[in-house]
C-alpha cells in the first residue's frame, strides 16, 4: 500500500510539540514517551515555532493556573478529611495494626491526630517504633511503599489489586495478588474510578449502503493490522462536545489512529483511519470494523476504504457488543481519565487525551487481555 515509511499527521506533531512547550517537558523526555526519534521531534517544534506548521494553543491564563490551584487545594483537603474513613475499620482491628497504619501515615497526617482518632497512646507509638521490627512487618512496609509508588505514577492511581500485582512482579517483587488487595486495603490504597452517564453518537438513520459483519465478534486476529475496528465518542468541555474517533488493532489492542473535532462528521472518522494507515502501512485485506452510523457508511469513508484495499465490517443494528473491544476502550478512557477531571476547553481536553492515549495507554497500560503487558511491549514480545 504505497511507501512503508511511517507517517505523522499534523494534528499528532502538534500535540507532541504541546507536550513539550505547554508541560514544559524536555525534548528527550516526549520523544521517549512517544517512542519517536528525539531528532525528529526537535524538527516539527522548530517548524511549529518558525511559522510554518499550525500555532499552537496559547498559555494558561492567570484564571485558569489559580482554578487548577484551588482544585489541587481541595483534593488534598478532601484527602485530610478521609483520615477517618480509612482509618474506621482498624478500631476493630488489634493495637499494632493502628500502629502500623499511623507509621503508613506519619508524613502525610499530624501523629497526635491519628493516635486520639484511633484511640492509641502516643507513647504507646513511640515505644512500638523503637521495637526490633520483624521480617514480615519490614516486607509489608517494603511492599506498600513501592505499592504507594506505583499508584503516584501518572494514570497508574486507576490501577487495582490485579494490575499493581503485575507492575510489582515486573519490578522483581514476588507476592501473591491477595496479599497485594490486603496491603492495599490496609494502606487506604484504591483503584480511582468512577463511572456516569452515557451519549449516544451513533446516528443509523441514513440510505447509505450498510457492510455486512464480517468480523461477527471474532476479536483474536492471529497478527497486527489483519483486523481494526473504529467507533466515536464525545468528551464534554465548558466550550461544548469535543468528538473523540479511534482506530484499534484488535491484535494488540493498540490504538493506531486517532481524530478529535467540534464535529462529528464524515472527515472526523477518515482523519482518524488517516493517521492508522500512515502510522502502520497495513497490506491489503485489512478488515476495518465500525458501527453502522452516518460517519462510516458515508461515501467519504468508503472511498478512503477502498483506495487502500481495506475491506469493511459493520454491526449489527443497535447491538454494541459487535463492537465489544472499542466499547471498552472508551468505558476505560472515561472511568480513568475523562470523569476525573474537568475541561475549561477543547484544547486542554486535547492534550489530555493526546498524552493518555500516546504515552500511558499505548506504551505503559498493562492490558489483561494481553497478559498484563501493554500494546507497545506485546507488539515486541510477539
Known sequence: MGNSRRQYSAEFKQEAVNMVTMQQCSVAEVAHRLGIHEQLLRRWKKKLEAGTGTTGPSQPTAVEQENRQLREEVRRLTMERDIFKKSDGLLREGITMRYQFIEHHRKVWPIGIQCKALQVSRSGYYAWRKLEPSQRYLRQRLLT???????????????????????????????????????????????????????????????????????????????????????????????????????????????????????????????????????????????AHSDRGVQYASDHYQQKLACHGIICSMSRKGNCWDNAPMESFFATLKKELVHRDHYRTRGQARRSLFEYIETFYNRLRRHSSLGYVSPVEFEQVI
Not at 471474532?218 to 479511534?246: H, M, S, V
Not at 462528521?265 to 502501512?281: G, I, P, T
Open 145 to 287: 511503599k513501592v505499592i504507594r509508588d506505583i499508584h503516584s505514577t501518572n494514570h497508574q492511581d486507576n490501577y487495582g489489586a490485579p494490575r499493581v500485582h503485575q507492575e510489582l512482579l515486573a519490578q522483581g517483587h514476588h507476592c501473591n495478588r491477595k496479599t497485594v488487595a490486603k496491603y492495599m486495603k490496609s494502606a487506604g490504597i484504591r483503584a480511582a474510578t468512577m463511572k456516569k452517564f452515557r451519549v449516544c453518537t451513533t446516528d443509523s438513520r441514513h440510505n447509505h449502503p450498510v457492510a455486512e459483519n464480517v468480523v461477527n465478534r471474532d476479536f483474536q486476529p492471529e497478527r497486527k493490522n489483519q483486523r481494526w475496528t473504529a467507533d466515536i465518542t464525545y468528551i464534554p468541555t465548558d466550550e461544548g462536545w469535543l468528538y473523540l474517533a479511534a482506530v484499534e488493532d484488535l491484535y494488540s489492542r493498540k490504538i493506531v489512529g486517532w481524530s478529535m473535532s467540534d464535529r462529528i462528521d464524515s472527515r472526523l472518522v477518515v482523519d482518524a483511519l488517516d493517521m492508522a494507515l500512515r502510522r502502520e502501512v497495513p497490506e491489503e485485506g485489512l478488515v
